[in-house]
């Protein structure tokens, strides 16, 4: 099963931007997070079409399983 965590953020533009990250540790807390993106906020890491990352939307863990048919 594959997983991704995404953390979505708001641009200073208002839009909604997501960074994926795939095969997060696991018994990954909202706490360690949450840290994580208010540091890419702070430290401006990433800059978007619309502006610099400046709040928090939120995190969440994906789960995909794929089955091939033979």
Known sequence: MAKTLDMVFR?????????????????LTLAEVKTVMED???KKVF?????????????RINSKDTAVLA
């Open 47 to 59: 800059e978007s079409k619309t502006g610099d990352l400046s709040q928090i939307v939120e995190a």
């Open 40 to 42: 890419i906020i702070a």
């Open 11 to 27: 641009s200073d533009g208002g839009k909604e931007v997501t960074l994926s990250i795939a095969d997060p540790k696991e018994n």
